[in-house]
T-cell receptor, first 113, second 110 residues
């Protein structure tokens, strides 16, 4: 079974803080993704990575950065958290070839005060 | 225009009925199509994938794809209260980008 884990289920931070969200997958997948999910807006892609040290901007990268130093780990960084970044953050991974199914982690619900 | 469109619902069906969920997409180059189920407060869980025109059945679930009409649907037979959730349609267009619909909320009434 594919397992994608995220470092925290719930997180409360203050405006201006630097926030790190960690994601780890155990299936040797090449591709990893960060989404945020908000009511009425669905899932929106922030960044994705198709290889170690490689990253591509998604649809809403502003205010975020990412790091992928190891294949199994993909980190999302909020450089200076703002209240409009309060959201559910979902990490996903998928294999690089063949079926492109994405597998999701449990999500991190972030509240920025 | 959004890449993937779904009716937000809620769609209400009685227990035992067939639930029909629909999705349209805009990119004709799309190659892979997925249905995810998401319970409130939980992350999306893959239930079906389909890659070629026609029907694909898995237990009580049937996915239908019509690339000419850019339309994909999910049928749930013998709906159960435990099927009550939001169903997300996802499309893989190019390179490894996925687009998700906003989801259709399904309520199955006992």
């Amino acid at each position: 079974d594919v397992k994608v884990t995220q470092s925290s289920r719930y997180l409360v931070k203050r405006t201006g803080e630097k926030v790190f969200l960690e994601c780890v997958q155990d299936m040797d997948h090449e591709n990893m993704f960060w989404y945020r999910q908000d009511p009425g807006l669905g899932l929106r892609l922030i960044y994705f990575s198709y290889d170690v040290k490689m990253k591509e901007k998604g649809d809403i990268p502003e205010g975020y950065s990412v790091s992928r130093e190891k294949k199994e780990r993909f980190s999302l960084i909020l450089e200076s958290a703002s209240t409009n970044q309060t959201s559910m953050y979902l990490c996903a991974s998928s294999p690089g070839a063949g079926l492109k199914t994405q597998y999701f982690g449990p999500g991190t619900r972030l509240l920025v005060l | 225009q959004k890449e993937v469109e779904q009716n937000s619902g809620p769609l209400s069906v009685p227990e035992g009925a067939i639930a029909s969920l629909n999705c349209t997409y805009s990119d004709r180059g799309s190659q892979s199509f997925f249905w995810y189920r998401q319970y409130s407060g939980k992350s999306p869980e893959l239930i079906m994938s389909i890659y070629s025109n026609g029907d694909k059945e898995d237990g009580r679930f049937t996915a239908q794809l019509n690339k000419a009409s850019q339309y994909v649907s999910l049928l749930i037979r013998d709906s159960q209260p435990s099927d009550s959730a939001t169903y997300l349609c996802a499309v893989n267009t190019n390179f490894n980008k996925f687009y998700f619909g906003s989801g259709t909320k399904l309520n199955v009434k006992p």
